[in-house]
C-alpha cells in the first residue's frame, strides 16, 4: 500500500517561494561583490575588425575588461559540438553576441564601461532564412557551409507504397521561434574562495556538465571548480546549455572578487536561447480503410550560427514525425540549417511540438478527407505493445497510449462536440484532438545516474543529487519516492541542494528524466542503506541478521518481538555508526535502460520508454476578428505511475497553457536577423485572461517496470500536443486548415477570408 | 594481462566505433584504455565503470565494463 506516493504532499519549497522568500541565484548580493556587464554585438553578421577595452578598464571602479584573449582554455562551448565563442573573434554571427566582458564595483560603473569598450565592425550581409542559407551562392556561415546536420531515416518501399495508396495528402507545415520567458533572466555570483575553489551559484539545469564546460574553457581541473544550480525561476530548457557560466569564471578569477552577472529581459531577449523554427514538407498515404501506409517528410529547422542542442532536436524531430502510429513505409530527411538569428536550442519538448503539429495534421486532415472519425483513425494506427516498431526495434509497453485515446474518446468534451455552439453567430465553437508521444531520456546515448541518502542520527535522511529544481517539483516527487522506500514521514526527509561539490552526477534537468533518473539512484542509495544498516542493527540487537525486518524506520529482531530492547531505529543505528567512524552516507546509481545502437542516420534514435498523451480541447473563434480562444481542455496523459497527483497536475496545466501561447500567440520575430519581439511589451505570453476555463487531466493508470515505484515523466508531454489539437479545434470551427503557427488572430483572420 | 569490455557513446561511438573488447596490462587505468582506441580527451568526458561514475585514472579490473562518452543532454 501506497503511502508517499499517489499523494499530494505540498511542494517543499511552496512556501518560501509564495512568500517571496526564497532567494534566487540572481538575488544574491554579497557585500563588496562587483556587477559585470557584458558588451553585445549589435550587427546580425559582421567582421569584428577592433576591440579595445582599455579605456573602459581605466574607468573609476572598474576591476576587469576582458576579450577573447583572455579566455586560457577553448573559445567555444556547447554540449554536443563546441563551436560557439566564449567571447568573440574575428566574426559575429548574431545580434547579442559576447565580445566583451567588464566588471566594476557599480551596476553603472559596469554598464558605463561596456559602452565605453570600442570594438570596430565591419557589418556583412546576415542569413535571414532557412531559404536564404540553403540558396546557392549563400555566404558560408561555418566552412563547411550552412548544413550543420543532416540526417536521413527510411523504412520500406516508399514509391511503391504511395503509389499502392488510395489516397495520399500533401502538406506543408511552419512553426515559429519560441522564447522560453522564464520569470528569472540568465543569471548568477561567481567567487574564488579561501581554498582556491571556483565557486558558480547559476541558474542552470546541469551542474557537473556546466562544470565541464567551464573546465575546458578555463583550461583548470574540474575538481577546483563548484557548481550550484537551485533555485532556479524557470528554465524549460532555455538553461541547459551555457549562459553566464563561463563568463562568470573569466571575471571571479581575474578580480579574486565576487561578481554578479544578469542578463537584463531585453539581453536574454537577444542573446538567450529559443526554440527552433522548423518548415515541414509531408505527404502522407493511407489505404481505403484508413491504414497508413507511407509518409515521406522533409524537415528544415534553423538553428542560428551556433548548433548547441541542434542536433539532438532534429533527431527528436525525425523521430516523432511518424507519431505514435506504425508506418509501414518512410523517409524522412531532415537538415539543420546555420542562420544568423541567434541560437535556437533546448525548449520543453525539444522538436517533438514542431513535428507533432504536422503529423498530426496530417492524420486530421486524412480523416475529414476519408470520412472518418479522427480518433477511429489514429486508433487502427496506433503503435503496439511489444511490436517491432517504424525503427526496427521492439516497443516497449504501449497500453498507456492506447488508454490515452479511449479516456479521450469516451470524454465529455468529445462525446459532446456537435452540441457546442455559441449565442454569437459569428462565434464559432469547435472540439480538436490530438495524440502525443514524446520519448523520456536521451534513447540511445549512455545515461548514468549517481544519487546518495545520508541517514541523520538526529532523526532525518538527506538525500544528494544534482538536477536542479526550476519549479517542475522534482525535489518533493524524489523525497516522496524515499520516502516510500524507507517508510519515513516525507517531512523527515531533507533534500540538499543542486551542488556539485556535494550532490553526486545524477545528470541534467531535461528530457522529463529527473525524477525517474534521479529516483532510481536515490532508490538504490535506499537500498545499499537498508542492506548496511540491517547488518549493523542484528549486531546491535545481538540478533541474527535473518531475524532483522525493517518497518517504518526500525529494525526489530522478530523473533524476539516481545523484548522491548529488540528493536531499534535507523537514526540509533546512524548514531552508533557514527561513533565508530562509519559513514551514514550511500551512494545508488542508475542505468538508464536504452536500445543497443542507434538507427542509421539517427544520433539517439529510438527512445525504450515514451510519455503518451491525448489532448481534446474546445475553441471559441471570432470570425470577425479572427481571435481564438481556447476555452476547455480534457487532458490525460500516461506518465507511469503519478508521485504526486497535484504537482503533476500542476505540469500539465503549465506545459498546455505554455502550448497554447504557443499555438495562438507567441513568435519571437527577426527582421533580416535582427530581434524585434525583446521583452514581455512586444512579445506576447498567455495572461490569466488567455487560459481556459477548465483543464480537466486525468492520469491514465499505468505502471513502468523500470520506473522507480513505476513513475516515467511528465516534465514535456503536456506542451507537445497543444497545437495540433487547436488547429484541429479551429478547423472544427470554421472549416478553416491553418498550417503555420502562430495561429495569430491576423493569420486567422486571413484564412477565414481566403474561405470566404 | 586483464581484458575488459569499452563501448563509446555519442560523437566517440561515431568516430572510433561502439563496442571494443581490449586486453591490457595488469595495472591499466581508464586512460589507458581510452588511449588504446584513440581517444585522448580528459575534461569534457564522462567514464563509468561497471555502472558507477569513474575517473580516468581509476584502475581497471579484468572483466571490467567501462562506458566512455562526452556529456549528454536533450530533451
Known amino acids: 500500500m501506497a503511502e508517499w506516493t499517489l499523494r499530494s504532499v505540498p511542494r517543499f519549497d511552496g512556501e518560501s517561494k509564495a512568500a517571496g522568500e526564497l532567494e534566487f541565484l540572481s538575488d544574491l548580493f554579497p557585500d563588496g561583490c562587483l556587477y559585470a556587464s557584458t558588451v553585445r554585438s549589435p550587427h546580425p553578421r559582421a567582421r569584428v575588425l577592433r576591440v579595445d577595452v582599455s579605456k573602459a578598464a581605466m574607468l573609476p571602479g572598474v576591476r576587469a575588461a576582458l576579450t577573447a584573449k583572455d579566455v586560457p582554455g577553448l573559445n567555444a562551448y556547447g554540449v554536443f559540438v563546441q563551436e560557439a565563442p566564449v567571447l568573440a573573434e574575428g566574426m559575429v554571427n548574431y545580434v547579442g553576441q559576447p565580445v566583451a566582458l567588464v566588471a566594476a564595483s557599480t551596476e553603472e560603473g559596469a554598464e558605463r564601461a561596456a559602452q565605453e569598450a570600442i570594438v570596430s565592425y565591419e557589418p556583412l550581409k546576415p542569413v535571414s532564412s532557412i531559404e536564404e542559407a540553403l540558396a546557392a551562392g549563400a555566404p558560408k556561415l561555418h566552412p ?296 523520456l531520456g536521451f534513447g540511445t546515448l549512455p545515461d548514468y545516474a549517481t544519487a546518495a541518502a545520508e541517514v541523520d542520527p538526529d532523526g532525518f535522511v538527506v538525500i544528494y543529487f544534482s538536477n536542479p529544481d526550476y519549479g517542475q517539483g522534482l525535489v518533493t516527487a524524489n523525497a516522496q519516492l524515499v520516502a516510500e522506500k524507507l517508510q519515513l514521514p516525507s517531512k523527515a526527509i531533507h533534500v540538499s541542494d543542486a551542488d556539485s561539490g556535494s550532490a553526486p552526477d545524477t545528470g541534467s534537468s531535461s528530457a522529463s528524466r529527473s525524477t525517474y533518473t534521479a529516483g532510481n539512484a536515490l532508490l538504490d542509495a535506499c537500498e545499499q542503506m537498508l542492506m548496511v544498516t540491517r547488518v549493523e542493527a542484528a549486531a546491535a540487537l545481538k540478533a541474527p541478521l535473518e531475524s532483522i525486518v525493517y518497518t517504518r524506520g526500525s529494525f526489530t529482531a522478530s523473533s524476539s518481538a516481545s523484548d522491548a530492547q529488540a528493536s531499534i531505529s535507523i537514526f540509533e543505528v546512524a548514531r552508533l555508526m557514527r561513533s565508530r567512524g562509519l559513514s551514514t552516507k550511500f551512494e545508488g546509481t542508475f542505468a538508464v535502460p536504452r536500445h543497443d545502437s542507434p538507427v542509421s542516420g539517427s544520433l539517439e534514435i529510438p ?41 503533476a497536475s500542476a505540469q500539465c496545466d503549465g506545459g498546455i497553457i505554455q502550448g497554447l501561447g504557443y499555438a495562438l500567440m507567441e513568435e519571437h520575430i527577426y527582421e533580416k536577423s535582427i530581434p524585434k519581439t525583446k521583452n514581455f511589451t512586444t512579445y506576447l505570453v498567455p495572461s490569466p485572461t488567455d487560459s481556459p476555463d477548465e483543464i480537466y487531466t486525468e492520469f491514465v493508470r499505468t505502471f513502468q517496470e523500470t520506473g522507480p515505484f513505476g513513475a516515467k515523466g511528465v516534465g514535456e508531454i503536456p506542451i507537445v500536443p497543444v497545437a495540433s489539437c487547436l488547429a484541429d479545434a479551429i478547423r472544427d470551427a470554421t472549416g478553416v486548415t491553418l498550417r503555420e503557427l502562430p495561429m495569430k488572430p491576423e493569420r486567422v483572420l486571413s484564412a477565414l477570408r481566403r474561405r470566404a | 594481462m586483464i581484458g575488459i569490455i569499452l563501448e563509446l557513446g555519442g560523437p566517440f561511438r561515431e568516430k572510433h566505433g561502439q563496442w571494443h573488447t581490449l586486453r591490457l596490462e595488469e595495472d591499466a587505468t581508464i586512460r589507458d584504455a581510452l588511449a588504446r582506441v584513440g581517444i585522448k580527451e580528459e575534461l569534457y568526458i564522462v567514464v563509468v565503470k561497471n555502472s558507477k561514475r569513474a575517473e580516468l585514472s581509476d584502475r581497471l579490473n579484468d572483466g571490467d565494463v567501462v562506458v566512455a562518452f562526452p556529456p549528454v543532454g536533450g530533451g
Open chain 1, 144 to 439: 563547411s557551409g550552412n548544413v550543420a546536420r543532416h540526417g536521413v531515416l527510411r523504412r520500406g518501399d516508399l514509391g511503391k507504397a504511395m503509389k499502392s495508396c488510395f489516397f495520399s495528402l500533401k502538406a506543408t507545415y511552419r512553426t515559429q521561434k519560441q522564447k522560453h520567458m522564464f520569470i528569472e533572466p540568465e543569471g548568477g555570483l561567481g567567487y574564488v574562495d579561501e581554498k582556491g575553489v571556483l565557486n558558480l551559484f547559476v541558474g542552470g539545469q546541469s551542474p557537473y556538465r556546466d562544470r565541464l564546460q567551464v573546465a575546458r574553457s578555463l583550461n583548470m581541473p574540474k575538481e577546483k571548480i563548484r557548481v550550484v544550480s537551485y533555485p532556479v525561476g524557470g528554465a524549460f530548457g532555455g538553461k541547459d546549455d551555457i549562459t553566464v557560466q563561463i563568463h562568470l569564471a573569466l571575471l571571479a578569477l581575474k578580480t579574486k572578487k565576487p561578481v554578479r552577472l544578469v542578463w537584463t529581459r531585453e539581453e536574454s531577449g537577444e542573446a538567450g536561447y529559443m526554440r527552433h523554427e522548423f518548415l515541414m514538407k509531408l505527404e502522407t498515404g493511407v489505404d481505403k480503410g484508413g491504414h497508413l501506409l507511407a509518409n515521406k517528410a522533409v524537415l528544415l529547422a534553423d538553428t542560428g550560427p551556433y548548433q548547441s542542442f541542434g542536433p539532438a532536436v532534429l533527431d527528436v524531430a525525425m523521430e516523432n514525425i511518424n507519431g505514435p502510429y506504425l508506418i509501414p513505409n518512410y523517409f524522412v530527411d531532415a537538415t539543420l540549417v546555420r542562420t544568423n538569428n541567434g541560437i535556437s536550442a533546448a525548449f520543453r519538448g525539444f522538436g517533438a511540438p514542431q513535428a507533432n503539429f504536422a503529423i498530426e495534421g496530417q492524420i486530421n486532415a486524412i480523416a475529414e478527407e476519408l470520412g472518418m472519425d479522427r480518433l477511429e483513425l489514429r486508433r487502427i494506427n496506433l503503435w503496439r505493445s511489444h511490436e517491432e516498431g517504424n525503427f526496427g526495434k521492439k516497443l516497449g509497453d504501449c497500453d498507456g497510449l492506447r488508454q490515452c485515446l479511449e479516456r479521450a474518446s469516451a470524454s465529455e468534451l468529445w462525446r459532446t462536440r456537435r452540441k457546442h455552439v455559441t449565442a454569437k453567430p459569428w462565434r464559432k465553437r469547435g472540439v480538436g484532438v490530438a495524440l502525443a508521444v514524446k520519448g
Open chain 1, 607 to 647: 527512445h525504450l520508454i515514451y510519455d503518451f498523451a491525448a489532448l481534446v480541447g474546445e475553441v471559441e473563434v471570432d470570425e470577425l476578428t479572427g481571435f481564438v480562444r481556447a476555452t476547455r481542455f480534457a487532458f490525460f496523459p500516461d506518465v507511469g505511475r503519478v508521485v504526486n497527483p497535484v504537482l
